[in-house]
């Protein structure tokens, strides 16, 4: 019996050992994806019931804290300008030359209508600071070979307990992502795609946002430029600089 | 012979007085909860109707899945074109389009940022437009505590409640934060006008009532609506005439295959009313067959204990040669004496109670807190022409029966018995 069970703990442990450690990949995917600050426009291309619709904007965050996104498309959203630190959300209305607050919880509502929520959308988490990982697998995405990760938050009160992830084995980069709530459930899928090399780090261009718990047809979220690292002055992510 | 009975029951009030406070005591009681509960349940369907359901309703069949949500996505385009569709079509009907909608209603300080905030159900009705008829029907013109009612576009009324919570008074300006017909953030700018308390708790927790035109605008919904309501100008929910309109409307409109088709709703089939609706005759037919039952059985009781206290009278009776049928029949007419005057006691004890619920009415509002469909906080009796029979047949009926039940003792008597019973 006993050695049974050695040779079952063996093999498990040899077919472990077969994949490389979770957090080796979390920080590649982080080199990649992750960076002090960074600068980018964005389209994000919203699938309703109905129409689908096209919002433009510009993004600027620093670190996992600080992020202000202004809207530049379409005209009714023109001038809209959001900011965040820590974990509040000011929303500037020029129609209105509102500042609003957005409490926490709401943080995790839908931007615009789109599969996004406003964490999604403005948050720049470095994942080996928020989640344990395992590799529990390879897999081949869009005809290329992946990890198959699993990652556990560290933090209960993160927005998604726990993320899958198919992990480009190559570029190192995820191609394919489940969030999943604490309870289990799937709450959303997301597709990375148009995977391109911007100054030595593989970054996807193209990610389809699917909230699996509403209708529609998903979101595409589009980027432009990116520049990584810029210098961004720190008025930048100041109230004051909503109303500018 | 009705004479002698009456005079007998008059003078020997041991035979009357239980059975005739028993009768009239339960038929106050029958005509006082009938009247309550007719008052309660008519209320409950008439505010339901005029706030948020009609006599009938026009959504897309998507909006209609998801009525809980309020979906202004799935709204009805062109609204304004089926609504002249459905005035010509229906003309018993008064057609209104309103726009129901949830969403935060934010305070700012003197800088412009956040001073408070709340949740809010809203609705955009037709205010300014003449003659509508949306003001009264609402009661919006009673309902106002503070302030007066909207005057121009951009002003608002608010509940009391929310205006006190976020300390607001008429004149200050509040943001409307919500989601567009296309799923955009909202945000827009009012002015309260006035403060208002429906009566309903559910109403009363945080609605803010605006033009329709205003919450268009706000919500980017130009020619949109989330709801057509349809209300009967026979002023009440006609159940036949509803689903008559419904079934036209759908044969026409609606097609399955297209989640954004009109479908028509009547009253019974929103919010879980058609229920309260057939349960309330239920109830009633329950509520009259129980005191039919339990007065049945005082009664029966009551004569019981009476036939012990006149097993005396009855067996002289007996003995002298009065046949037994006659001895019942004569307690039967008493019966029916008892039956009548207690069942009139009753009617106008009843009455009297139950016109002071519906003047004045039982304020629930402690109980309604946390209320999600519209009911009215005071629950105001309502005596309909039912309500003056509703117990009176039922008392005469409870007497009669628990007499021939207490008096079939009597063809037990055995005449021979009889003069040795006397004489112990």
């Not at chain 1, 600071?129 to 990890?147: D, F, I, K, L, S």
């Not at chain 2, 009975?5 to 009938?34: C, E, N, Q, Y």
Request: hydrophobic share 45%; glycine share 8%; charged share 20%.
């Amino acid at each position: 019996m006993k050695l049974l069970l050695a040779i079952l703990c063996l093999s498990i442990s040899s077919a472990y050992a077969q994949y490389p450690d979770g957090k080796e990949i979390l920080k590649k995917i982080d080199q990649n994806l992750s960076s002090d600050n960074r600068i980018f426009t964005s389209k994000m291309i919203i699938h309703g019931r109905r129409t689908s619709r096209t919002i433009e904007s510009k993004t600027w965050t620093a670190g996992e804290k600080k992020s202000f996104t202004e809207y530049l498309f379409p005209a009714r959203e023109q001038g809209t300008k959001m900011l965040k630190l820590d974990d509040q959300l000011w929303i500037y209305s020029p129609s209105t030359d509102r500042t609003i607050q957005i409490a926490g919880h709401m943080l995790r509502q839908s931007v615009m209508g789109s599969d996004l929520s406003y964490e999604d959308l403005m948050e720049d988490n470095r994942l080996l600071n928020h989640y344990n990982a395992v590799v529990t697998g390879a897999e081949n995405v869009a005809g290329r070979p992946c990890w198959v990760v699993k990652l556990t938050a560290f933090d209960p009160n993160m927005a998604y307990q726990g993320l899958k992830l198919w992990v480009d084995k190559e570029r190192n980069i995820p191609l394919k992502e489940e969030m999943y709530a604490k309870s289990g459930t799937l709450l959303k899928r997301s597709e990375l795609s148009n995977v391109e090399n911007i100054n030595g780090r593989w970054y996807p261009k193209k990610i389809v946002f699917k909230d699996m718990l509403k209708d529609g047809e998903g979101t595409e979220f589009i980027i432009g430029n990116i520049q990584f690292n810029a210098a961004i002055p720190e008025y930048v992510f100041s109230k004051a600089n909503l109303k500018k | 012979m009705i004479r002698f009975l009456f005079k007998g029951l008059i003078r020997d009030k041991h035979r009357s007085l239980l059975p005739l406070i028993v009768v009239a005591l339960g038929v106050m009681l029958t005509v006082v909860f009938h009247s309550w509960l007719t008052g309660v349940i008519s209320d409950s369907i008439e505010y339901n109707a005029r706030f948020t359901t009609g006599h009938v309703k026009v959504m897309t069949m998507a909006y209609a899945d998801n009525l809980d949500q309020m979906p202004n996505d799935l709204a009805l385009l062109n609204a304004d074109s089926l609504t002249v569709a459905l005035k010509k079509q229906f003309p018993g009907m008064e057609w209104v389009e309103r726009i129901h909608f949830a969403g935060l209603v934010d305070v700012p300080d003197r800088s412009g940022e956040t001073r408070a905030q709340g949740n809010t159900i809203g609705f955009g009705i037709d205010l300014f437009t003449p003659g509508s008829a949306e003001i009264d029907r609402m009661n919006i013109r009673k309902s106002v505590v503070e302030g007066r009612l909207p005057k121009q576009n951009g002003e608002i009324l608010i509940s009391n409640e929310l205006a006190s919570d976020m300390k607001l008074k008429p004149g200050d300006t509040i943001s409307l934060i919500s989601s567009t017909m296309y799923g955009e953030m909202a945000i827009y700018n009012f002015t309260v006008a006035g403060t208002v308390v429906f009566g309903t708790s559910f109403l009363d927790r945080g609605t803010i009532i605006a033009d329709i035109a205003d919450v268009r605008q706000a919500l980017n919904m130009e020619g949109a609506s989330g709801e057509i309501l349809g209300l009967s100008q026979k002023g009440y929910f006609d159940k036949n005439e509803a689903t008559e309109i419904a079934a036209a409307f759908n044969r026409n409109y609606n097609k399955p295959a297209d989640e954004f088709s009109p479908v028509m709703k009547t009253l019974m089939e929103q919010n879980n009313l058609g229920a309260l609706v057939d349960y309330s005759s239920v109830i009633l037919t329950v509520l009259v067959a129980v005191f039919l039952l339990a007065m049945s059985i005082v009664l029966w009781n009551a004569g019981l204990l009476g036939g012990l206290r006149r097993y005396g009278e009855f067996g002289m009776r007996l003995a002298i040669g009065e046949e037994k049928g006659h001895v019942y029949k004569t307690m039967i007419y008493e019966s029916l004496l008892i039956g009548t005057f207690g069942s009139l006691a009753g009617v106008a004890l009843g009455m009297v109670f139950a016109w002071y619920f519906q003047h004045y009415g039982l304020n629930l509002k402690g109980m309604m807190q946390n209320a999600t469909i519209i009911m009215p906080t005071v629950f105001k009796a309502r005596i309909t022409p039912v309500t003056w029979f509703i117990g009176f047949i039922p008392g005469i009926l409870s007497t009669l029966i628990g007499t021939m039940l207490s008096g079939i003792g009597i063809y037990k008597r055995q005449t021979a018995q009889l003069f040795k019973e006397l004489e112990a």
